[in-house]
């Protein structure tokens, strides 16, 4: 075990947020030395990817992923960063990586926890390693593709369409040949998807019947449904699946603020009426096809037909607000914390 003495700010929680009120519930701290067990690096973060499934780390829930992270314990998340101490021989200082951290000035990371991977210098916007270049463009690339199976042609249905994963998901089945209705929070979401992100149709689930204009916009039955969120969502989009089409579940975001589960969807007999297939995907399960997707992504990125715009929050302390904007959905593509 090595030490080193540095000025490190990091986040944790003083309670379980209450909905989506993280300025209240989470904390900056300050330490003046980092503890780097053998086997481990530290690295000067540069970027912090906000991510919407860390908010299930933040209740009582012991059945998710990860366990819950206790009370006062640093919050983690990917980050991208330099190494500036080692004792790992595989990671060298000045290297930059993206990797499993905390939410701080300086990680100490232990690449046993999730596979570090070296970020190309070359690239002009790092930054594009915590969005399309990184678990979320690999999500919404493996959940349209390998999960959803789309074919030219298909009705394609993605929820939370214009955060980050929603709006690469939409782009790639657009890309893939199909139809693309988007489903979000805001008028102003609808038109963006439609205009800027050639998705076909949208639906403001908090002001529109998502059922009544599903039919509309969709007559001949959804073929793959890219479910970000679960709850009501659902039931409105299993009314409207194709026989034999495809839920790929990614992600709950109706219900990642509680401890509790949601009930099944209200509509589950549909899946065998329709003979549905239901599959869930999660990104750590195909971090090492990150050389054979990466290339894909960056071709489409160059061509121009997958974008991604980076919300960027400045400053370590400014956390708690950029995090927030997952749950209140104020943000358009990706949320990062500048460090
Ligand atoms: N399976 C995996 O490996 C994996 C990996 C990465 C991400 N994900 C999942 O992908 C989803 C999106 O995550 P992200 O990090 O990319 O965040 P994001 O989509 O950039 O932001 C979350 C968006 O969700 C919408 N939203 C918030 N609360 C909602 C609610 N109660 N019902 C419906 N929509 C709601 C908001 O937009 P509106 O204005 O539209 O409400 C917000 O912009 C999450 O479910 C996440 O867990 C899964």
């Given at each position: 075990?090595?030490s080193?003495?540095?000025?490190?700010r990091?986040?944790?929680?003083?309670?379980?947020?209450?909905?989506?009120?993280?300025?209240d519930?989470?904390?900056?701290?300050?330490?003046?030395?980092?503890d780097?067990?053998?086997?481990?690096?530290?690295?000067?973060?540069?970027?912090?990817?906000?991510?919407?499934?860390?908010?299930?780390?933040?209740?009582?829930?012991?059945?998710?992923?990860?366990?819950?992270?206790?009370?006062?314990?640093?919050?983690?998340?990917?980050?991208?960063?330099?190494?500036?101490?080692?004792?790992?021989?595989?990671?060298?200082?000045?290297?930059?990586?993206r990797?499993?951290?905390?939410?701080?000035?300086?990680?100490?990371?232990?690449?046993?926890?999730?596979?570090?991977?070296?970020?190309?210098?070359?690239?002009?916007?790092?930054?594009?390693?915590?969005?399309?270049?990184?678990?979320?463009?690999?999500?919404?690339?493996?959940?349209?593709?390998?999960?959803?199976?789309?074919?030219?042609?298909?009705?394609?249905?993605?929820?939370?369409?214009?955060?980050?994963?929603?709006?690469?998901?939409?782009?790639?089945?657009?890309?893939?040949?199909?139809?693309?209705?988007?489903?979000?929070?805001?008028?102003?979401?609808?038109?963006?998807?439609?205009?800027?992100y050639?998705?076909?149709g949208?639906?403001?689930?908090?002001?529109?019947?998502?059922?009544?204009?599903?039919?509309?916009?969709?007559?001949?039955?959804?073929?793959?449904?890219?479910?970000?969120?679960?709850?009501?969502?659902?039931?409105?989009?299993?009314?409207?699946?194709?026989?034999?089409?495809?839920?790929?579940?990614?992600?709950?975001?109706?219900?990642?603020?509680?401890?509790?589960?949601?009930?099944?969807?209200?509509?589950?007999?549909?899946?065998?009426?329709?003979?549905?297939?239901?599959?869930?995907?999660?990104?750590?399960?195909?971090?090492?096809?990150?050389?054979?997707?990466n290339?894909?992504?960056?071709?489409?990125?160059?061509?121009?037909?997958?974008?991604?715009?980076?919300?960027?929050?400045?400053?370590?302390?400014?956390?708690?607000?950029?995090?927030?904007?997952?749950?209140?959905?104020?943000?358009?593509?990706?949320?990062?914390?500048?460090?």
């Amino acid at each position: 075990m090595g030490s080193i003495n540095i000025s490190n700010r990091f986040w944790v929680m003083k309670s379980l947020p209450n909905g989506n009120n993280f300025e209240d519930a989470l904390e900056i701290r300050e330490e003046s030395s980092l503890d780097v067990p053998l086997g481990c690096f530290v690295t000067k973060n540069i970027y912090l990817s906000m991510d919407a499934g860390t908010r299930m780390y933040m209740t009582e829930r012991e059945d998710s992923y990860q366990p819950p992270i206790p009370i006062g314990e640093k919050l983690t998340g990917t980050v991208l960063g330099e190494v500036v101490e080692s004792n790992h021989p595989d990671y060298a200082v000045g290297e930059r990586l993206r990797s499993y951290g905390q939410w701080s000035d300086y990680s100490v990371v232990d690449p046993k926890a999730m596979y570090p991977s070296k970020v190309d210098d070359s690239e002009l916007d790092l930054v594009n390693y915590v969005g399309i270049y990184g678990a979320n463009g690999w999500t919404a690339y493996t959940g349209v593709i390998n999960t959803g199976k789309v074919k030219a042609g298909d009705t394609f249905v993605v929820s939370a369409a214009a955060g980050c994963t929603g709006l690469m998901a939409g782009q790639i089945a657009k890309i893939a040949g199909c139809k693309v209705i988007g489903i979000v929070g805001k008028d102003e979401k609808c038109q963006l998807i439609c205009k800027e992100y050639g998705f076909d149709g949208a639906i403001n689930y908090k002001t529109e019947n998502i059922s009544e204009k599903l039919k509309i916009l969709c007559p001949e039955g959804i073929n793959v449904y890219f479910d970000n969120v679960a709850g009501p969502t659902l039931d409105a989009v299993l009314e409207n699946m194709a026989n034999f089409g495809v839920i790929a579940v990614c992600g709950l975001m109706e219900n990642y603020g509680s401890a509790e589960r949601l009930p099944g969807p209200y509509n589950y007999d549909l899946i065998l009426m329709k003979r549905l297939r239901f599959e869930g995907f999660f990104s750590p399960d195909f971090y090492h096809r990150e050389p054979e997707i990466n290339p894909i992504l960056k071709n489409w990125s160059e061509r121009g037909l997958l974008k991604l715009p980076i919300e960027t929050t400045d400053g370590l302390e400014n956390l708690a607000v950029a995090y927030s904007k997952l749950f209140e959905g104020t943000n358009i593509g990706k949320v990062v914390v500048k460090v």
